[in-house]
């Protein structure tokens, strides 16, 4: 029997998400196991006058790729790729793995050499969506291997992730754009600042805004959402953060990390597990060493880590930069191809001064 809520979940992001119109072409990624919400979509796309386009893809395929691909077949892109890109009016995927550990033992020089091909793919997509030429979301279909990583039932994990997206709400779609308001409010506040200083446990840390956008995110490039974000000036970033969250990307975990900076570039980094896959993953280019991302995490219906970063990184409370490539629209100028999460945990003793106002204690915006 299908979940209402998956329906509920496919209306939100067709209509305000990515704002589908008639005669768009619309790509829908996922795999087999998130058929109930692909499908939900993908009926609603043809129900609004667009035309839908699958991607289906294989968990399975992505492990055989990095044990078996030699170099040549790292770097090649399909030429018709690069059009895709160039074509689509919008683009949704949904994420559905049933094994988040599949890319444990990935030669991660392969993952670095792979991102390093998919780069100017990646760019040439964020400079579309910069220009609203494409509008994207991501989401993440309830599977076995989600719940575990967060430690719940599959049917607890569903509760969660729909809480979150606030299917119970009687007009989602309205209580998204209240919160869009609100936040709203603190991000044009934040468009005047000009130097942030985050303090917590092992961290003390300065970084520069002056100039750059902050955005809102409210539900329309990622699903659920809330958070802040902008790119902080790259050369600005001085001092040390300890990421009290595992920071999880590529199939990997690492824990306990710790970063140290001086003039934007990480020039010391540790974690107590998986740390040679921190350092061969900061080795990828020169961005990957620069922060593209700074943001607050604003989602009060998240307040657990998952091992997820499409809600660990909304966590009401929390912080997170994001190491590698930055989003134009803020003004970032970072590049690089990886784009790498890292949450840390204000709740509990934080603080985030801004031009010198405690704009955040113990997790909550005091402006």
Known sequence: MSDPRTETVAKILVDYSVQVQPNQLVRINGAPEGAPLILAVYQQVLER???PWLQIGLDAAQELFYTYADDAQLDYIPPFVKEVIEQIDASIAIWTDVNTRSLTNADPGKQSRRAMAMRSLSERFLERAAKKEVRWTATVYPTHAFAQDAEMSLRGFEDFVYKASLVQEPDPIKAWRAISKEQQRVVDWLNKAREIRVLGPDTDLKLEVTGRKWENCDGHENFPDGEIFTGPIEES?????????PACAYGREVEDVRLEFKDGRVIKATAAKNEPFLLQMLETDEGA?????????????????????????????????????????????????????????????????????LFLKDGKILI
């Not at 970033?237 to 969250?245: A, E, H, Q, S």
């Open 49 to 51: 006058g667009a035309h």
């Open 237 to 245: 970033v001085n001092g040390r953060i300890r990421y009290t969250f």
């Open 289 to 357: 060493r620069y922060v593209g991302e700074f943001a607050f995490g604003t989602n009060r219906g998240i307040q657990r880590f998952t091992k997820n970063t499409l809600f660990d990184e909304k966590i009401g409370g929390t912080i997170h930069l994001a190491l590698g490539k930055g989003y134009p629209e803020t003004g970032s100028k970072n590049s690089s191809a990886i784009h790498w999460d890292m949450v840390c945990d204000l709740r509990d003793g934080g603080e985030v001064w801004v031009d010198g106002t």
